[in-house]
């Protein structure tokens, strides 16, 4: 009855060790999605900061060309002025949305963090594990029941920080 029991013990570890592998890699590749999204969101971002550069610098070369009254046709003063006003009206949507994709490149940034932190812990509580495996099947093997204990309260580590893992990324 003890050698099945030890036995039962080893497979239920076991199949922890692999969820917590299973668990683990999924935060892992999650991390990196994560982290992936992150850096194309701040390219994104800054294109668009140089969108609303280059409309600023329109916008100023324009104005300083009417300053400087070079051009004295109306009708071309008429459609610059209406360019002008154009780059101007339209610069400031396009700075919200370039701060919004920055915000956003921070909240996906963070959350990669916050996953492989996740992710650390799972690997964490797998190597407890594995090591409850081992001790446990010495254990088994080789009659030694004070191993059992040990392998047990490792495995009971191993849960905790297991469950911490699977909140942590959330």
């Known amino acids: 009855m003890g ?12 199949v922890l060790a692999a969820l917590g592998t299973l668990f683990a890699h999924h ?3 999650s991390a990196l999605s ?3 999204q992150a850096i194309l969101t701040q390219a994104r971002a800054t294109d668009t900061f140089n969108a609303y550069e280059a409309k ?3 916008f100023n070369i324009y104005r300083a060309l009417l300053a400087s009254d070079l051009v004295r046709k109306a ?11 154009s780059e101007s009206v339209s ?3 396009v700075l919200q949305r370039a701060k919004d994709l920055e915000k956003q490149a921070l909240h ?3 959350r990669s963090d916050q996953i492989m932190k996740s992710y650390e812990m799972l690997q964490f509580a797998t190597t407890a594990f594995e090591i409850s495996i081992i001790l446990v099947s010495i254990s088994a093997l080789a009659g030694a029941r004070l191993l059992l204990p040990f392998g047990c309260v490792l495995s009971a580590l191993g849960i905790v920080l297991f469950i911490t893992g699977l909140l942590q990324g959330r």
Request: hydrophobic share 40%; no cysteine.
């Open 27 to 29: 935060r892992s590749i």
């Open 75 to 85: 009708e071309t003063r008429a459609r610059l002025e209406a360019v002008a006003e």
């Open 91 to 93: 610069a400031p949507p």
């Open 3 to 14: 050698s099945r029991l030890v036995s039962l013990a080893a497979a239920i570890i076991a």
């Open 34 to 36: 994560s982290k992936n």
């Open 56 to 58: 600023q610098t329109r």
């Open 108 to 110: 996906e940034d963070e």
